[in-house]
């Protein structure tokens, strides 16, 4: 079982800068690939990032990538996203989820859910 908690939510401007962190409780931390998802009011469930056990493999959703970077600290059992150049199409829940499968994309793949952050960029 892995309990994750997410922080690091918040309002910015079109423009900025956010850094989302997800705490987790599992000691076999390091062997699940994470992943960030997010969801705006009336849509669907999307992928944002997800990375590898050992950090050696990052994958991203086209509409982040070169903005988001996706990072994890084993040590810590906590994985990061660092989100830059916000827009407002950005804005949205953030979840973080944790599964024992490699390059998962889709929600469905995904065994361990937070509770989400909210995520707002103003215009």
């Known amino acids: 079982q892995v309990q994750l908690g997410e922080s690091g939510g918040g309002l910015v401007q079109a423009g900025g800068s956010l850094r989302l962190s997800c705490a987790a409780s599992?000691?076999?931390?390091?062997?699940?690939?994470m992943g960030w998802f997010r969801q705006a009011p009336g849509k669907e469930r999307e992928f944002a990032a997800a990375?590898?056990?050992?950090?050696?493999?990052?994958l991203y959703a086209d509409s982040v990538k070169g903005r988001f970077t996706i990072s994890r600290d084993n040590a810590k059992n906590t994985v990061y996203l660092q989100m830059n150049s916000l827009k407002p199409e950005d804005t949205a829940v953030y979840y973080c989820?944790?599964?024992?499968?490699?390059?998962?994309?889709?929600?469905?793949?995904?065994?361990?859910w937070g509770q989400g952050t909210q995520v707002t960029v103003s215009s």
């Open positions: 990375i590898s056990w050992s950090s050696g493999n990052t």
């Open positions: 989820a944790a599964t024992p499968s490699f390059a998962a994309v889709v929600p469905q793949e995904y065994s361990f």
């Open positions: 599992a000691r076999t931390f390091s062997r699940y690939t």
